[in-house]
């Protein structure tokens, strides 16, 4: 299993800037992509980013520009740097990781989720 650990949420001013860190732990090979979604209340959970392996990544076009999303594979852990935040990023922030495994003849993607990060952006 693959254990992930969220912090660095909290309460802002619009205008301000969060960094959210994701650190990996447990049963963590083959873990490819990373990704950050987040999930406002009464609305479905969205993508919000995501970067491979590789460090390609890939943002919703209501944070592009604003947020950026990075990687240290040396310490299992993905960050998401939000700048400009505004009243309407509030959300719980959830991270997300794939891992491959090979198992009744094939690959699976197996997909492991954290318990979130609340942040809040004040208007």
């Known amino acids: 299993q693959v254990q992930l650990a969220e912090s660095g949420g909290g309460l802002v001013q619009a205008g301000g800037s969060l960094r959210l860190s994701c650190t990996a732990s447990?049963?963590?090979?083959?873990?490819?992509?990373m990704a950050w979604y987040r999930q406002a209340p009464g609305e479905q959970r969205e993508l919000v980013a995501t970067?491979?392996?590789?460090?390609?990544?890939n943002y919703s076009d209501s944070v592009k520009g604003r947020f950026t999303v990075s990687r240290d594979n040396a310490k299992n852990t993905v960050y998401l740097q939000m700048n400009s935040l505004k009243p309407e990023d509030t959300a719980v922030y959830y991270c997300?990781?794939?891992?491959?495994?090979?198992?009744?003849?094939?690959?699976?993607?197996?997909?492991?989720w954290g318990q979130g990060t609340q942040v809040t952006v004040s208007s």
């Open positions: 970067i491979t392996s590789a460090g390609d990544t």
């Open positions: 447990g049963t963590i090979f083959s873990i490819n992509t």
């Open positions: 997300k990781a794939d891992q491959a495994r090979y198992f009744t003849g094939r690959w699976h993607t197996l997909d492991f």
